[in-house]
């Protein structure tokens, strides 16, 4: 006896589709971790002293009051770098919180430039800004994706 296979409806599968994106817009934002990490990977002074000017890391940085709203600075390099006024040694953590909706510029020695933005944005309200903040932060997690 043969099986037949079921199709779903298309309605089906766009009431779906409705669900996830009605979800998307007015869900809360999860807050369990507010770290957003730059990592400084091993070379990049060596890199820089070699005359490289191909900017390996981001030269802004977006944070999120309320979601993401403590940059977490690691510096996997061999020498110190410098984020501001801040000396991070080889192998050492920093945070820093920010606690109000602002645009700050750092020197950074991470940077060909020798300079970094950070951006600190207020938290999206419900609807398309949530929308939009969840998509930017899915393509940054998909662009920034390292593999273990």
Same mark, same amino acid.
């Given at each position: 006896?043969?099986?037949?296979?079921?199709?779903?409806?298309?309605?089906?599968?766009?009431?779906?589709?409705?669900?996830?994106?009605?979800?998307?817009?007015?869900?809360?934002?999860?807050?369990?971790?507010?770290?957003?990490?730059? /990592?400084?990977?091993?070379?990049?002074? *060596?890199?820089?002293?070699?005359?490289?000017? $191909? &900017?390996? =890391? #981001?030269?802004?940085?977006?944070?999120?009051?309320?979601?993401?709203?403590?940059?977490?600075?690691?510096?996997?390099?061999?020498?110190?770098?410098?984020?501001?006024?801040?000396?991070?040694?080889?192998?050492?953590?920093?945070?820093?919180?920010?606690?109000?909706?602002?645009?700050? /510029?750092?020197?950074?020695?991470?940077? *060909?430039?020798?300079?970094?933005?950070?951006? $600190? &944005?207020? =938290? #999206?309200?419900?609807?398309?800004?949530?929308?939009?903040?969840?998509?930017?932060?899915?393509?940054?997690?998909?662009?920034?994706?390292?593999?273990?």
């Amino acid at each position: 006896m043969t099986q037949l296979r079921r199709h779903w409806p298309a309605w089906t599968l766009l009431a779906c589709a409705l669900a996830l994106l009605l979800w998307a817009m007015f869900a809360p934002l999860d807050a369990s971790n507010r770290d957003q990490l730059f /990592e400084i990977p091993k070379g990049t002074w *060596a890199r820089r002293m070699a005359g490289d000017k $191909v &900017e390996i =890391l #981001p030269s802004t940085v977006h944070l999120t009051l309320g979601v993401k709203d403590v940059l977490l600075l690691r510096n996997n390099d061999t020498v110190p770098q410098i984020f501001g006024p801040i000396l991070i040694m080889p192998g050492q953590d920093f945070r820093l919180p920010f606690e109000q909706v602002s645009d700050n /510029e750092f020197a950074c020695t991470a940077h *060909a430039s020798g300079q970094m933005k950070v951006i $600190v &944005e207020p =938290l #999206p309200n419900p609807g398309l800004a949530r929308l939009a903040w969840r998509l930017a932060a899915l393509a940054h997690a998909i662009r920034y994706y390292k593999p273990v």
